[in-house]
């Protein structure tokens, strides 16, 4: 059994502990952003193909405790490099250093660089090269205080790159986060899921591979395991092949996204078109204060815009808009939002029933469920009651007020 750690972001360590576990994975440990396991390298094939969650898979050579800088360079000397590194392939360091024995992370990747060229000198007379961009071999070095630890980045790229994102839009969420946030709400993959403000798609493309099981890096033409000594070409055969014929092709859910922008809309569709789901999922050009949605129930994951890349005059007014839509239109449903952790949702009228924090990049973010339940019953959570005493402007009350113009999408359905 090999160690591994696959990495995640903070809040969906638990969604990768389950998704290495269904996948076989032993010996699983919880970690901050990330989660420690056991297996054979077929496990890690796999979870480079299948984690929806998993940012990278980083096989463990070694961990020790150091003293001074210098044990970095006597303790990476003694792993077999030339047995790692094969001759004419190239590799470079990435850093995660927080040490006091160094000031910066550029020289903690130099000395152990050093001790990897020298160990390779020494055994083959022959210096590897260094390539910081897409290198063969991608080794990881991490550091805190004396605690050290080396290992291969099986995957090479970050695996939040599937490859269909070719319109990015404004402010795209991450696939990772995307597919994390579908798992947090517990979709059953077979009900209807409704993204309003779908912005480029990711949740909708996301959903759309969980519902059938696809895998994640479906069209990733490379990983860097491939090309580590020991690779086993015919075994990734055998899993791109099993996970293929794992997918699900008649499960059918509806998937429907929808955005003011009619630019966006057009990208978000080209996004889809690119995952290959563009038949399955069905994208609208409507204002989500004007559009009263069309189906009986569904899961909703709203992701309004931030005020830190998108401008909202005044948020709580904004969200408080929102918050009268869902009430109005939407209370049957599963409703789910993830906004900034700043973002005050019971002083904008939310009633929120659990709240997971995740971050969005650098944002903290609040992925929280919400409640309309008894809402009537509960007046500090009433929108008619809040808006006349937390908004002198009227236009706090435009979003309650407008009446949806749209008629049912089952006019507009692509079929
Ligand atoms: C934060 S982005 C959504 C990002 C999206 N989750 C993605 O991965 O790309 C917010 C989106 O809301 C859209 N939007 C803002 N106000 C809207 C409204 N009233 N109705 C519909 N869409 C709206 C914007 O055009 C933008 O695309």
């Known amino acids: 059994m090999d160690q591994y750690i696959a990495k995640t972001y903070t809040g969906l360590e638990q969604i ?4 290495l576990k269904d996948l076989g994975a032993n010996d699983l440990e919880v970690q901050k952003r990330g989660v420690a396991f056991s297996g054979t390298p077929r496990i890690m094939y796999r979870a480079n193909l299948e984690s929806r969650v998993a940012l990278k898979v980083l096989s463990e050579l070694a961990s020790f405790t150091i003293e001074e800088a210098q044990d970095v360079y006597t303790e990476s000397k003694k792993i077999e490099w030339e047995k790692i590194i094969p001759e ?20 903690a990747a130099l000395v152990c660089k050093d001790a990897i060229v020298d160990r390779i000198r020494d055994a083959r007379g022959e210096r590897p090269s260094v390539q910081k961009k897409d290198p063969d071999i991608d080794i990881t070095l991490y550091i805190r205080d004396k605690t050290v630890v080396i290992s291969l980045n099986s995957s090479g790229q970050s695996l ?12 795209p969420l ?15 993959g077979e009900s209807p899921f409704l993204n309003p403000m779908c912005g480029s798609g990711s949740l909708l493309i996301e ?35 099993g996970a293929k014929m794992r997918v699900n092709r008649t499960n059918n859910p509806e998937i429907i996204g929808f955005d003011y922008n009619d630019d966006t809309v057009q990208g978000a569709k080209k996004n889809t078109r690119t995952a290959g789901s563009f038949r399955s999922i069905q994208i609208y050009n409507h204002d989500f204060f004007k559009y009263e949605p069309p189906l009986e129930k569904a899961t909703v994951i709203v992701n309004p815009p931030y005020n830190v890349r998108l401008r909202v005059d005044d948020t709580i007014r904004f969200y408080n808009q929102i918050n009268n839509m869902l009430y ?3 209370k049957n449903y599963d409703n789910w939002i993830i906004c900034p952790a700043e973002v005050n949702l019971r002083r904008a ?12 990049g650098p944002i903290q973010c609040q992925f929280a469920k919400l409640s309309f339940a008894s809402k009537r019953n509960n007046r500090s959570g009433d929108p008619s009651h809040r808006k006349n005493r937390n908004f002198k402007n009227k236009d706090a009350q435009r979003g309650q007020k407008s009446r949806p113009t749209s008629s049912r999408a089952n006019k507009n359905r692509r079929r």
């Not at 990768?16 to 998704?19: A, I």
């Not at 790159?161 to 839009?169: N, V």
């Not at 991450?174 to 059953?188: F, K, N, Y």
């Not at 009228?349 to 969005?360: L, T």
């Open 88 to 107: 004419g392939k190239t590799f470079a360091i990435d850093t995660d250093v927080f040490s006091p024995f160094f000031d910066n992370t550029m020289y």
């Open 16 to 19: 990768l502990e389950k998704e």
């Open 328 to 330: 109005r239109h939407y």
């Open 349 to 360: 009228g939310f009633r929120v029933e659990k709240s997971y924090v995740v971050f969005n």
């Open 207 to 241: 959903a759309h591979r969980y519902a059938r099981n696809i895998p994640s890096q479906i069209n990733r033409k490379s990983f860097s395991f491939q090309h580590w000594p020991g690779y086993d070409e015919e075994r990734w055969e055998l899993i791109m092949k």
């Open 160 to 171: 939040h790159i599937r490859g269909y994102k070719k319109f990015p839009g404004i402010a």
């Open 174 to 188: 991450s696939e990772v986060l995307a597919a994390g946030l579908i798992q947090l709400t517990g979709w059953d």
